[in-house]
């Protein structure tokens, strides 16, 4: 089984700033990676698919990189709606999320 | 647009049964299949399986291997997922997500707004 980590766990920044969350997967998975979203009391949302395809509906402020075992989410100026919890996931069988990085208002 | 709805939250005794259900519409269900991912309080996400609504292919995580069956009604478009034995630590959010049709992996580009099942004595 594919491990994922993610790195931090807790992002706290303001609106406006720049967010970059890391996930680490234990071997190679590609390209094969996706990025979701989740607020409270809501189901996930996909943002990234593929590392770095944005999703349909998906702001530009949000992009995705990398490959292999290293992968970058960034949103480029914070909104406040994005304070939430991303996930990484990856899809080579079974299939595996990261355990998450919160992204909260500083 | 597509959607995926599932059934109301349930609570359940050690030891019973719970079936929930993911209606989908919007997009062609047979096209594609169906991963679970349940979500324990205040937890991370956990994948459970999927199923092709192809073809009715299965892939279960190996830590729920003999407890859990997940089906399809091509007729109802809907997917259902079955967890037997259920324990506490069963209690969480069930959610399904529309999957690849040929096998699990994603991406899960839709998501069932959760069915939360509680067990408890």
């Known amino acids: 089984e594919i491990v994922l980590t993610q790195s931090p766990a807790t992002l706290s920044l303001s609106p406006g700033e720049r967010a970059t969350l890391s996930c680490r997967a234990s071997q190679s998975v590609s390209s094969y990676l996706a990025w979701y979203q989740q607020k409270p009391g809501q189901a996930p949302r996909l943002l990234i698919y593929?590392?770095?395809n944005r999703a349909t509906g998906i702001p530009a402020r949000f992009s995705g990189s990398g490959s292999g075992t290293d992968f970058t989410l960034t949103i480029s100026s914070l909104e406040p709606e994005d304070f939430a919890v991303y996930y990484c996931?990856?899809?080579?069988?079974?299939?595996?999320f990261g355990p998450g990085t919160k992204v909260d208002i500083k | 647009q597509v959607q995926l709805v599932q059934s109301g939250a349930e609570v359940k005794k050690p030891g019973a049964s719970v079936k929930v259900s993911c209606k989908a519409s919007?997009?062609?269900?047979?096209?594609?299949?169906i991963s679970w991912v349940r979500q324990a309080p205040g937890q991370g996400l956990e994948w459970m399986g999927w199923?092709?609504?192809?073809?009715?292919?299965?892939n279960y995580a190996q830590k729920l291997q003999g407890r859990v069956t997940m089906t399809t009604d091509t007729s109802t478009s809907t997917a259902y997922m079955e967890l037997r034995s259920l324990r506490s630590d069963d209690t969480a959010v069930y959610y399904c997500?529309?999957?690849?049709?040929?096998?699990?992996?994603?991406?899960?580009?839709?998501w069932g707004q959760g069915t939360l099942v509680t067990v408890s004595s």
């Open positions: 996931q990856q899809r080579s069988n079974p299939l595996t």
């Open positions: 919007g997009y062609t269900f047979t096209s594609y299949g």
């Open positions: 997500a529309r999957d690849f049709v040929a096998a699990a992996g994603g991406p899960l580009d839709y």
């Open positions: 593929d590392a770095s």
């Open positions: 199923i092709s609504a192809y073809n009715g292919n299965t």
